[in-house]
């Protein structure tokens, strides 16, 4: 992993004196704390065959799912977004369906297209595409809704959150990468790191990010670059981790290069990401065996501070999966190809 820190400005931050004993025993602890941070370059990760648990392709009343975007689990229910059918169906452990929130309709609380979800303290935020909105759901309810702050328009694909009356996420423009929206007084900042392309056009399009919380910090994962940034809720920058080096990653990049790169398309090669408690999972498109882009395989990082240290490799077997996430149950996802809703067992620490 590639961190801004080296031993040469270690030794030039440090201003202890090397005349005292303790003074070098603390400079050799730092550094034997460095060579430990560094080696993560180095570590092997785990690869790991998971084993499906449940799945489910149709409900009792043999109505199917048609196009599952997103999915939460809290309270001991599973939320799961519908971009298709404009719906948030409401799960218990089993997958057995409790209720629906929304339909298709452009009255309060429908859809247009239900994309990526969230939920902080009870509270269920969905973006609503097409209308271009927040809906807001409380104890299964539609409490209100919230339009996109001005001249910013988040891609429903992407991963976003809300904390403490302000929403975060992408507004997929060509200077920031993270709006941070106070939906109550109307307050807008922006910022986080972008990557410069030709055109403003394409630096908007390529600079899309998954917005997750952890703890007191965010953390931005963008679709088609192999780096984790985390700021914190100023906006702050703090640190960037390049995981590019990983070897599924590295394949995945060296076949995107062979190819022809457009300025209105690219591989989105970072599906989705999902924090677990002290872990972050980064669900990762593959180069394959066959040269053909598979999306079966979970990244997972461990979270240590500012960094993030590589440690399994999780494979969910034949399908295209486009969306996960991780619970005391298991890991959850979606297969497109078989419109299944599946879960895996995973022993979450």
């Not at 519908?82 to 429908?110: A, C, H, M, W």
């Not at 595409?129 to 328009?153: C, P, Q, S, W």
């Not at 990762?284 to 979970?298: E, F, V």
């Amino acid at each position: 992993m590639k961190r801004k820190n080296n031993f040469v400005s270690i030794f030039k931050n440090i201003k202890y004196n090397f005349k005292t004993i303790s003074s070098l025993i603390i400079c050799i602890i730092i550094c034997i704390i460095i060579c430990i941070l560094e080696s993560c370059d180095n570590k092997t990760i785990k690869e790991v065959v998971l084993k499906e648990n449940i799945n489910i392709d149709e409900f009792s009343d043999s109505t199917f799912f048609s196009d599952i975007r997103s999915i939460c689990f809290s309270d001991s229910l599973y939320y799961a977004t519908d971009y298709s059918r404009d719906q948030v169906f409401v799960l218990d452990k089993n997958f057995k369906l409790i209720r629906t929130l929304g339909n298709k309709g452009q009255g309060p609380g429908e859809f247009l297209g239900a994309g990526h979800l969230n939920i902080n303290n009870d509270s269920v935020f969905v973006i609503n595409d097409m209308k271009k909105t927040f809906e807001i759901f409380n104890n299964l309810e539609h409490i209100g809704t919230v339009t996109y702050a001005d001249g910013t328009r988040p891609n429903s694909n992407y991963r976003f959150f809300e904390y403490n009356g302000c929403l975060f996420y992408n507004p997929s423009v060509s200077q920031y990468s993270i709006c941070k929206y106070n939906f109550n007084s109307k307050k807008v900042d922006f910022f986080g790191n972008i990557i410069k392309y030709n055109t403003a056009k394409e630096t908007r399009i390529k600079n899309h990010r998954h917005i997750l919380r952890y703890n007191n910090r965010i953390i931005a994962v963008p679709d088609c670059q192999p780096i984790i940034e985390v700021y914190d809720f100023e906006g702050k920058f703090l640190n960037s981790v390049d995981f590019s080096n990983l070897k599924p990653v590295a394949e995945m990049l060296k076949f995107i290069l062979g190819t022809e790169q457009k300025e209105n398309t690219y591989y989105g090669f970072n599906k989705d990401v999902v924090v677990y408690k002290n872990s972050l999972y980064i669900l990762i498109l593959t180069a394959g065996i066959d040269n053909k882009p598979k999306s079966n395989s979970i990244l997972e990082f461990k979270i240590v501070g500012n960094n993030f240290v590589p440690s399994n490799l999780y494979h969910l077997g034949d399908g295209y999966f486009n969306t996960i996430n991780v619970s005391e149950q298991g890991i959850e996802t979606y297969n497109t190809r078989m419109n299944q809703l599946k879960r895996y067992k995973y022993e979450t620490k």
